[in-house]
């Protein structure tokens, strides 16, 4: 941005000192009115590049910015349900996972964002002494299967949940050449290796329905969670560890 001040600095000067210059064909001074529309027209087109670059650097912060905690991510991209990109470093279980922040032509950030994923509730893993549902291993080989460490993803942040995690859509490239996108809540679905989730802060990033529409197709194949719904459901199994 500089640059282009100078640039319209140097234009200017060259335009006053250039009025008395005769031309080297008609020898006739160049008009000083149409000297200055120029110069109010490159004045105006320049301050336009200042203001649209101040406007992109608050929108586009993101993108040059690197996160190393969901803490270091501003409300505002939250807000605005910036895509961010990451690369993947664990897989914790069916529905959270690790990321490491990479902002444009920048390298990763060397520590890791916890993600929530939106829309869905996979089964249980075991953890803090309880046993885990017999889904949950199933699941978590699942999304590790699809984004193994190493991936890199796009992240659309939602929403922070009470345990300090990013809520968040991710989707990565798959198929021939990576041509296609897919959603890694949207292929738990499918699979039957998770439910909608309804709980408290949930997010879908559009529609809820679009969700139980891809629950109701597994539901109807008998698949996964469905083909055994009181072990598998983790709603229920979360209800039944807290009046224990």
Known sequence: MKSLLFFFFLFHLKSSSALSLPSSNNKKIISLERRKAISVLVGVFISGLVFGASAQASIGDSMWRRYGSVDDIPSSAFDKHVTITGIVSKITDGDT???QHQPLFRAAASTS?????CAVDAPETAH?????Q???PVAKAFVAERLPEGRKVKIKLLSRDRYGRAVARITYRTGIFGLCTDDISEALL???????YTGGGAQYDGPKQHWVTIEDR???KH???WSDPDANDPKAYKKKIRNT
Do not use: M, Y
């Open 97 to 99: 996972l690790k990321v």
């Open 113 to 117: 964002l916890k993600i929530r994923l």
């Open 128 to 132: 803090f002494g309880n046993a885990g």
């Open 134 to 136: 017999p889904l949950g």
């Open 190 to 196: 499918r699979e039957g290796l998770a439910t909608v």
């Open 218 to 220: 597994a539901k109807a």
């Open 223 to 225: 698949i996964g969670i």
